[in-house]
């Protein structure tokens, strides 16, 4: 008989602030995911000060979109780094339509599609309320209430509609992002329930 191995691969979707971050640090435990965060890969490459962080610094800095090649290729690498993956949990990628079909194209190259896309919704006043308050201890430069502005902006602006490229597919589902981190994350768990085991 054949033995069947389906990846899985979530994308956890939703505004800055929203609990992305949060909630896979806890998922990819329970689920055994590798998690990557175009966010977390870009503050590493400003950290090191590499040629790549020094161009992205001046559009994060800004609450802006870094563009969308500099992202598709991290997220490109990344992916050929993990081989033998269960799966992945996307967080803050994709962020553009572009992005979006990049992805699919490098998942459908590798025969392993999305599975799951995780929409969370959160009302803009509560975005910013949890950033600013975040801003007191992350020393992250876009943690401030003009940078917060922007990010909100250009995530109604360029990322919101990526939920519909993927709505197209059938394949969001929406989670309020109000309420407890541990009630969010059984809201989280029972959706991608539907789809595997925990592991
Ligand atoms: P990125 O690092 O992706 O930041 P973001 O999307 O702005 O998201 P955050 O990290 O602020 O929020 P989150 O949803 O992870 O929430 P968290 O769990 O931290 O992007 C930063 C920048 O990098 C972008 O502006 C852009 O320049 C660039 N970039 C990144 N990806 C890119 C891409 N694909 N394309 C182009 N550019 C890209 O929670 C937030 C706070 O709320 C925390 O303090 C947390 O403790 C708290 N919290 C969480 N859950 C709850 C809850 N249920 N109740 C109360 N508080 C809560």
Do not use: C, W
Not at 67 to 79: L, N
Not at 87 to 93: C, H, M, R, V, Y
Not at 172 to 188: C, D, H, K, S
Request: aromatic content about 8%.
């Amino acid at each position: 008989y054949t033995i069947i191995y389906f990846m899985f691969n979530l994308i956890l979707f939703g505004p800055p602030g929203s609990g992305k971050g949060t909630q896979s640090a806890n998922l990819l435990q329970k689920y055994n995911l590798q998690h990557i965060s175009t966010g977390d890969l870009l503050r590493d490459e400003v950290a090191r000060k590499t040629p790549l962080g020094v161009e992205a610094k001046k559009f994060m800095d800004q609450g802006m979109l870094v563009p969308d090649e500099v992202v598709i290729g991290m997220i490109s690498t990344k992916i050929d780094e993990n081989p033998h993956v269960r799966g992945f949990i996307f967080d803050g990628f994709p962020r553009t339509k572009q992005q979006a079909i990049a992805l699919d194209k490098l998942l459908e190259f590798k025969n392993t599609p999305i599975s799951l896309v995780l929409a969370l919704e959160v009302p803009d006043e509560e975005l910013t309320k949890r950033i600013l308050h975040r801003a007191e201890t992350s020393g992250r430069a876009d943690d401030t209430e003009e940078v917060v502005k922007k990010r909100v902006e250009e995530y109604r602006a360029k990322t919101e509609i990526v939920a519909s490229h993927y709505d197209a597919q059938g394949k969001v589902e929406r989670i309020n992002g109000l309420g407890t981190v541990e009630e969010i994350f059984a809201a989280l768990s029972a959706e991608i329930d539907k789809v595997i085991l925990p592991e």
